[in-house]
């Protein structure tokens, strides 16, 4: 057995030792931190001179292009060797956005323009690559001019299989890619490969990404209405929503939505919610009569419906959204007030009309004339 002063010596040893460990780990710790800060420096000098020598390239070619000429085809055949490697693309990349003042533009745009043959190479050789190579490679030709349509064609046929990909940055990437092309056609076949390959995508996303297409979205929503039965429930509720913001040609198509009882609940608040937005005579009824379901299980109709009914002024709906204002549900009370202030119902005179027997429905016309009165605060500084 140990006496005591030996177990006392074993304690100090072992919180010595402790120490040390502790010293140790945090000394490897600051030894990697200043290493690694090191070779990121000496990476981004490396960049540097890199983006450096590719800008002395293109300034080259550029030269030609303003004395009339055109692009080497020898410096065609180096891009592609060149551009094959992503660290290249990035200097690439750099080189043409950063580097190049306001008057040489045209130029630069024209440099681009010729060399848009090689697009297709570099395509065919990024699919094959790892997802985050294939993203960077998408969100390059996202921001390239494409005019040429016999190469383009070709190049978004190669950015529609991307949809494959497992990356999620690699598949909105390449949808950017093709929503800057301007081709309905490939944007349809992307969004179709995309469902039937259970590749998720956020439905906001897709909605924002449609509606920021620089093609005829005439032509798109036509090509996505066409099909939209062929969609699963989450691609459905993104293309209502992106026809939503963009046109007000399908209300025979959208009533038929809303008023089927069959149909999935989000794609027929969607629908509600597009009747808010144009103004449709016949939707007028079903409207009135979500707005006027008390049943609590319904209160996302009701709230939806009180907000698109701004849309259809009138005694009867305004009788209805002033019974609404005593509903139970704050999000249908409120939805109700906004309508009532859009039909140009003054909350004063509405909560007298209301009277003191409702609390809940006095205070939201009171919440409504505090925030009325915050914006116009906010709009006097």
Not at 98 to 113: R, T
Not at 269 to 288: C, D, H, N, T, V
Request: net charge neutral; hydrophobic share 40%; charged share 25%.
């Amino acid at each position: 057995m140990y006496g005591e002063g030996e177990l006392r010596n074993w304690k100090k040893m072992g919180s010595e030792l402790l120490l040390l460990g502790y010293g140790s780990v945090c000394l490897c710790m600051l030894v990697f931190n200043v290493v690694y800060n090191i070779a990121l420096k000496q990476n981004d000098r490396r960049m540097e001179k890199k983006i450096l020598r590719t800008r002395e390239k293109i300034s080259g070619q550029m030269a030609l292009i303003a004395a009339g000429g055109k692009v080497e085809e020898e410096h065609i055949v180096y891009l592609k060797g060149y551009l094959s490697r992503v660290s290249n693309l990035i200097a690439f990349d750099h080189a043409m956005e950063e580097y190049f003042p306001s008057d040489e533009k045209q130029v630069l745009e024209e440099y681009c323009l010729q060399i848009q043959s090689l697009f297709l190479h570099l395509a065919h050789i990024y699919r094959k690559r790892g997802n985050m190579q294939a993203a960077y490679f998408a969100h390059f030709l996202s921001k390239q001019d494409q005019k040429q349509q016999t190469q383009l064609d070709r190049v978004q046929d190669i950015l529609v299989e991307y949809m494959k990909k497992e990356s999620l940055y690699c598949r909105v990437n390449a949808l950017e890619a093709l929503y800057h092309s301007g081709s309905a056609q490939s944007v349809a076949k992307a969004v179709m490969l995309l469902d039937k390959e259970g590749c998720y995508i956020h439905e906001k996303i897709l909605t924002d990404g449609l509606l920021t297409f620089t093609g005829n979205h005439e032509n798109l929503t036509g090509l996505l209405w066409d099909k939209l039965l062929t969609f699963t429930s989450k691609t459905q509720i993104s293309i209502l929503n992106y026809i939503r913001f963009e046109t007000g040609d399908y209300c025979e198509g959208m009533f038929s939505i809303m008023t089927d009882a069959k149909k999935d609940k989000e794609l027929r608040l969607s629908a509600i919610r597009y009747f808010g937005r144009y103004f449709y005579a016949p939707a007028q009824e079903a409207l009135s009569g979500f707005a006027a379901d008390k049943n609590p299980l319904n209160w996302e109709y009701a709230a939806i419906s009180a907000s698109s009914l701004a849309k259809y002024p009138g005694e009867e709906v305004t009788e209805i959204l002033t019974d609404m204002m005593h509903s139970p549900n704050w999000y249908v009370r409120y939805n109700a007030a906004v309508s009532l202030g859009a039909l140009g119902l003054d909350y004063k005179t509405l909560a007298q009309t209301i009277g003191s027997g409702d609390r809940y429905a006095r205070e939201m016309l009171l919440y409504r004339m505090d925030e009325q009165h915050m914006k116009k605060e906010k709009a006097l500084v």
